[in-house]
């Protein structure tokens, strides 16, 4: 259901690798100069070498590197690749939120015990009373934010664990997340972190107030519920630009919210969700 033009409609809102190769085993090892050292000094120096070639081999591997093509590596990217095969069944047509999905890693973003169910299309609890989102619930507000297209500077309400903006940030130029709970903000540095993503930047505070100095975003979505869309965030929303979030206290739905002039949007009421609530202040 589209809204008229500039109005508001009465809605309450609640809750949301490089791979290595080893050197070629038939390259030729090459030979030693001839030299008048001792033998000994020749099999001390071809030691050292050979334990410097074992440490390299078992250094371990940042995530998606040469380590992870092996073993649980490898199940994980199949398991990863079921799960998009999944929402594309399901109706996500969007190729670019498709390859984001497939470039982030989710079961780095939960705990080890809850691994195995990292790709299945539910939310999971990440302390607190806190949730993980759907991954057909991140892909459907996403490709609802971008719009088929890429995005430029993007605003992320609710960074939880980390994960949705870790796949924002392969749509988007820039990414800019705040969380209110001091302790989440901290677990999604650490989650982030292996991953490597320059253009996040995090910010500890409250999503009411959005974050004004990084103004205007092409595109904001909100993480977690509340009775409306707050005037902040709706404000610093550039002309063109578009807003995804969940609205409702006991029943809930998404809202695209397109800005068309300073002053004029449009609101679009859409799938049934359910988010956890969208609080004031710090904690």
């Given at each position: ?121 539910a939310a999971l ?58 302790w989440l903000h ?98």
């Amino acid at each position: 259901m589209t809204q008229p033009r500039g109005k508001r409609f009465p809605l309450a809102l609640s809750d949301v690798m490089t791979k290595g190769t080893a050197p070629g085993a038939a390259a030729r090892r090459p030979q030693p100069l001839r030299s008048a050292a001792p033998a000994s000094v020749v099999r001390a120096a071809e030691s050292v070498a050979r334990a410097a070639a074992v440490g390299l081999a078992s250094r371990p591997q940042p995530l998606g590197g040469a380590g992870a093509a092996n073993g649980a590596g490898a199940a994980h990217e199949g398991l990863m690749n079921r799960m998009v095969e999944r929402l594309r069944t399901a109706g996500i047509r969007d190729e670019l939120v498709l390859d984001a999905l497939r470039a982030v890693p989710r079961h780095g973003f939960v705990d080890s015990a809850l691994g195995a169910q990292a790709y299945e299309d539910a939310a999971l609890p990440i302390g607190q009373q806190q949730t993980i989102s759907k991954p057909s619930v991140v892909a459907r507000m996403l490709a609802l934010a971008s719009g088929g297209r890429r995005i430029g500077r993007a605003l992320e309400i609710g960074t939880g664990c980390g994960y949705q903006a870790a796949v924002l940030s392969h749509l988007a130029d820039d990414v800019y997340s705040v969380e209110r709970l001091k302790w989440l903000h901290e677990r999604a540095k650490r989650n982030l972190r292996p991953l490597r993503r320059v253009n996040i930047r995090l910010h500890y505070g409250d999503g009411h107030l959005g974050l004004p100095i990084a103004a205007p975003f092409d595109a904001i979505v909100i993480a977690a519920a509340a009775l409306d869309v707050p005037t902040a965030l709706i404000e610093q929303l550039a002309v063109g630009g578009r807003l995804v979030a969940p609205v409702g206290e006991h029943v809930q739905h998404l809202i695209l919210v397109e800005k068309t002039s300073a002053a004029h949007w449009r609101e679009t009421l859409l799938d049934p969700v359910n988010f956890v609530p969208m609080k004031f202040g710090v904690s």
